[in-house]
């Protein structure tokens, strides 16, 4: 049941948002509290696909592992994660958030601890395999959650914020997987980490809700400031063709991305220590100082992306200027890491490289809801099979490069030659190419109903570009 609100001075501006800023719009609203729980879910499951970079040498000496063995068990991950992606968006679109989001959840939580029991590299592999699969559905639907929960204006910030939340997982994961090793052994950080994420999934079903109108806090206020697609919840067919062709060139750069970000998801611990013989506090220490410069990255990216659309209404310019800008920026920084070997100053250059990088991100998961609103779930899932696929090569390909080379320049060499290439083709991304909006039963765009009870669609580009205020 909706309730009601006082509502006097509190709605100022496009689509009645409060002010105060970027979290005015948040303040007293549900959709703050389901931010906050797929921030939590963002953060767990980083924490739980990375921590085994932290605990690579520890699994690699106990397992008898060389660096293409475990180059191979670090793309394990990827292998169900990229095939999922689309699959899982489906899902997402079809059966809702709530449902999907708990199975998965439980899955990643049991795979997490079950790798903690992993006697060599078959079964370490597997359990790594059992993680992709939990963990593949779980962005698609948390984009299509933030697709119902979150007006248009405010996605790139929603994206933003969760995504940074996850760049946090990867930061704190190297400190806090370390304390346990430290404490225990290799093998409980896995079993506590994966009762943490079996508390989340129970967390989310208890409190979730697909359609915002059954959520028993929410008010008519903030209703109101959804659209009538939003409101209305509708699970139209995938239009697949038109959905492939407007979202596939961003697959690609998603991969581009994705390369370089799995380079630092499972390989900058190793980097340091072998790079520069440093010991586990040390080599920690140094990979949360470069991965901390990607929740700020997040952060910026989505705030800045939504910011130039308010001002100025223009969804390209708002969505392509961050895109190409990050890439290109942070290939700028990569490029210094082949010439010098100082610690500072590669830390330095892979910190701002890796801002850069982030910057990227939030955009990356928002153009799906700009180009398909009504499959947000189906739309992100394609877009980050980019991502997938370059979790299946990157960490694979560059362990092997680090044997067969014997040291880092090569592998880092390839990774900066795809962020250019992924930043020059963001110059032909087209968010405002989306999809029609979604046919009722009686063949009119959905909509508001009028006067006399005809169905009216929502204003041109409501979704996609709201006017500037």
């Given amino acids: 049941m909706v309730q009601q609100a006082n509502v006097q001075g509190n709605r100022s501006g496009s689509g009645g948002r409060r002010p105060g800023g970027v979290l005015g719009a948040y303040r007293g609203r549900v959709r703050g509290r389901v931010l906050l729980l797929l921030c939590g879910m963002y953060f767990i499951t980083y924490v739980d696909r990375v921590n085994i970079s932290t605990a690579a040498p520890f699994i690699r000496e106990d397992l008898g592992l060389s660096n293409t063995q475990l180059g191979l068990v670090l793309s394990a991950f990827a292998i169900p994660y990229a095939f999922f992606q689309i699959f899982g968006g489906v899902l997402a679109d079809k059966f809702g958030p709530r449902r999907l989001l708990l199975v998965v959840g439980v899955v ?20 790594r395999l059992a993680l992709g699969f939990g963990e593949g559905a779980s962005f698609p639907g948390a984009t299509q959650a933030m697709a119902r929960w979150l007006p248009a204006d405010q996605r790139g910030f929603g994206q933003g914020i969760t995504h940074a939340f996850a760049r946090l997982g990867n930061a704190v994961a190297p400190l806090v997987v370390a304390g346990i090793i430290a404490v225990f052994n ?86 340091f220590a072998g790079s520069y013989g440093l010991e586990l506090e040390k080599f920690a220490l140094f990979s949360t100082l470069v991965l901390v410069a990607g929740v700020v990255g997040d952060i910026v990216g989505g705030v800045v992306s939504d910011g130039l659309l308010r001002r100025t209404g223009n969804l390209k310019l708002a969505r392509r200027s961050v895109l190409v800008c990050g ?143």
């Avoid at 990643?108 to 601890?113: E, G, N, V």
């Avoid at 989310?204 to 209703?223: F, G, I, Q, S």
């Fill in 108 to 127: 990643w939580a049991l795979a997490t601890a079950f790798t903690g029991f992993a006697s060599g590299m078959a079964t370490l592999f597997a359990a």
């Fill in 327 to 469: 890439l290109l920026g942070s290939f700028v920084f990569v490029v210094p890491t082949l010439f010098i070997h100082d610690l500072v100053l590669v830390t330095a250059c892979l910190a701002l490289a890796f801002f850069f990088l982030e910057l990227t991100n939030p955009v990356l998961w928002s153009i799906p809801m700009d180009l398909a609103p009504d499959h947000a779930g189906t739309a992100g899932g394609v877009m980050n099979t980019g991502f997938g696929i370059a979790g299946i090569l990157s960490p694979a390909i560059f362990g092997l490069l680090v044997d067969q080379t014997g040291g880092w320049v090569v592998p880092f060499l390839v990774s900066a030659v795809l962020l250019l290439v992924g930043g020059l083709t963001s110059l032909r991304i087209d968010p405002t190419n989306a999809l029609p909006p979604a046919v009722t039963s009686l063949g009119s765009p959905e909509g508001e109903v009028g006067p006399g009870g005809a169905t009216e669609p929502d204003p041109p580009g409501a979704d996609a570009a709201p006017t500037a205020t």
């Fill in 186 to 271: 290799w093998r409980a950080s896995f079993w506590i980490l994966g009762a943490v994420s079996l508390c989340w999934a129970i967390a989310w079903a208890l409190n979730y809700r697909d359609r915002p109108a059954d959520h028993p806090k929410m008010t008519e206020v903030e209703l109101a400031e959804l659209s009538a697609h939003q409101r209305a919840d509708i699970r139209p067919p995938v239009p697949w063709r038109g959905l492939l062709r407007r979202v596939l060139p961003l697959t690609f750069v998603d991969f581009c991305y994705g390369w370089m970000l799995w380079v630092y998801l499972t390989w900058i611990p190793s980097f």
